[in-house]
Every structure is written in structure tokens, then in C-alpha cells.
């Protein structure tokens, strides 16, 4: 499979087709032919999308974006993260699949993750900042996990959403049983 580009496989992986360059960073839960990525439009950065499985792409935002995550409950609702320097990022929000976005500042995000049972749910990985969360689909963000380190990878337990995992780069492998309101260190290692 080719570094740093969209490929895809139609076979659990066994061969790969090679459609652009750049990340694919988020798939539509209810339609996996919908893919969401950065991209270039006329010489411009724009976050696109595919409605063919990556054979065509438009832009949806004029933006150059760094994370996207889809509502698993409803498509039609996308957050993505703009960096705006070293420290912040804007998150912008759409309710009607990318015709209208509202956005919100906050610190810079790395990645975004919706909790499957309660949408208004989302967390943001950080360079150097630790997890926030948003209770209120992304109107306001407060720090909830390991702080002052880089989070580069949040899983949501699909049978229990209340149970998340946070790997951070220096402290390990953390766990919480209350959407993040608490935390209990499972390695110094992080996967």
C-alpha cells in the first residue's frame, strides 16, 4: 500500500488501488462509500468529500482541516478542526452535510471522536494540552484527561460508551469508566 495517500481495498485488504494523495480521515458509519479528506481545490486546501468510495472528490469546506469525525447517528452532522497557529484550532460544525458550518476556538486539536450513544458527546486530542471534552455538541470544551500531553489516540467501547481509552506520547495508556471524568493509568507503554 502506498505511504501518504487514499487507497482503497474492495477484498479485507488483500490488494489496494490507489485513488490520491493525501488522508482519508473520516467514513460516513452509514454510508462507507462517503469518505471525508484534506484535499486541494484550484491550488486551495479544502476539506472534501467522496460520494464513490474516493473515485471523485468536491470541497465541502474552504479550509484546510487536520481532523474530521461523522455523527454516528446522523450523517448530515460533521465536525472538523482548523488549526489557527501553534496553539488553537476553530471547530467547525455542520448540521446539513457541509452546506452551512458554524465554528467554535478552542486548543489545538488533534483528532476528534464522537461518542456512539450520546452525540452531544465529543472529544479532541491535543499536542500538549491532554483531552477535552464538549457535552454540548461542541458549544463549549473543558480539559477532562491526562493534561499537559500529547493525546494522539482516543477509543470509545462500542458495548459501554461510558468506557473510554486515551494513549498519550509520554505517560501511557489511560482508562475511564465516566466519559472522562476520571482516570485510571493501565501502562507506561501506550500502543
Known sequence: MPQGGVSKSTDAGEH?????????????????????????EKGQDRLMRSRDAGET???ILKEYTYAVAVDPNNPNVI????RR?????DVFKTTDGGLS????????????????????IIYIGTDRYGLYK??????SWRGVGPSRDWVYSVTIDEENPRIIYAAT???????????GESWERLSTFAP
Not at 79 to 82: G, K, L, R
Open 57 to 59: 472528490w468536491v470541497a
Open 134 to 139: 464538549s457535552a454540548d455538541g461542541g458549544q
Open 101 to 120: 458550518w458554524t465554528s467554535r476556538r478552542t486548543v489545538l486539536a488533534n483528532f476528534l471522536t464522537i461518542d456512539p450513544e450520546d452525540s452531544q
Open 85 to 89: 497557529g501553534i496553539s488553537s484550532s
Open 16 to 40: 489496494w488501488s490507489e485513488y490520491r494523495s493525501g488522508t482519508v480521515l473520516a467514513i460516513d458509519p452509514m454510508d462507507p462509500d462517503t469518505v471525508y479528506g484534506p484535499g486541494s
Open 169 to 179: 506520547n509520554s505517560n501511557g495508556l489511560y482508562k475511564s469508566e465516566n466519559r
Open 79 to 82: 465536525y472538523t478542526a482548523v
